[in-house]
């Protein structure tokens, strides 16, 4: 497990929207994880949009990896089971460790906001080149379940008795 330390640390994160559709004025997933990481204190260095295509979802996830300015990325969309959803796909090449965890506990919280229908939600989590890396649903609700319960908290140094942080 990681070590905690008793004071928060901003990390560079980047967010990614995966979807045919959204743009810069509709995407409010996207907006809404770029709006929350700021409010906590976080940097966010780059925020795009992609279509819902591996190659170009790994593309440019690749390019953060490989940047030591981007710690972390968020990425909504591409989860579900659409012939056109393939952020996991994208993804697990990428990832030196998976993150089981996230996508168990993402699917467990939100059961108490959707039912069964946390089944269909694909959201993963991985490490590549001491990245993280969380997938969650393209739904701003979504969106906010991952964030509010998850991902914030392990994104603080402070938080107890373990996070993400000494290991970016």
Known sequence: ??????????????????????TEENDTSGGYLAEQLQQVGHQLVDKQIVVDDRYK??????QWIAD????????????GFTSRDST??????????????????FRMVSYEEIGTSTIQSRAIAGFANHTVIFAMPG????CKTAWT????Q???ASHRPCNFMPHL
Request: glycine share 8%; proline share 4%.
């Open 139 to 142: 739904s701003t609700g979504a």
């Open 68 to 79: 030591e300015n981007v710690q972390a990325v968020l990425i909504t969309g591409g989860t």
């Open 1 to 22: 497990m990681g070590h905690a330390q008793t004071e928060f640390r901003p990390a560079k994160i980047a967010v990614l929207t995966v979807s045919d559709t959204r």
């Open 154 to 156: 392990q994104l603080d």
């Open 88 to 105: 996991p796909e994208a993804l697990i090449p990428l990832f030196d460790k998976q993150v089981e965890g996230f996508g168990e506990l």
């Open 149 to 152: 319960k998850i991902i914030c």
């Open 57 to 62: 979802i790994r593309a440019i996830v690749s």
